[in-house]
């Protein structure tokens, strides 16, 4: 797996719905109250927005300092 490959992986929606997909079913298996999965879950996708949005803009940073 390249560089290039993680970074498309990371910046992915589908890579991080599939993350919240997996976590939400576990929380709620370990009796983890509804409103903390909720939260979590949240965070997690709060996370890959900023996540994908530093991404793209060090790319865009890199192609036009080239």
Do not use: H
């Not at 560089?3 to 993350?19: E, G, Y």
């Not at 996370?47 to 890199?62: H, K, N, P, Q, R």
């Amino acid at each position: 797996m390249t560089k290039q490959d993680i970074i498309m992986k990371l910046t992915s929606r589908k890579f991080w719905v599939a993350v919240v997909g997996f976590i939400t079913p576990l929380l709620l298996a370990f009796g983890v109250a509804e409103t903390e999965v909720t939260q979590v879950t949240a965070i997690i996708m709060a996370g890959a927005d900023v996540v994908a949005y530093l991404i793209a803009e060090g790319m865009t940073d890199c192609a036009n300092a080239a």
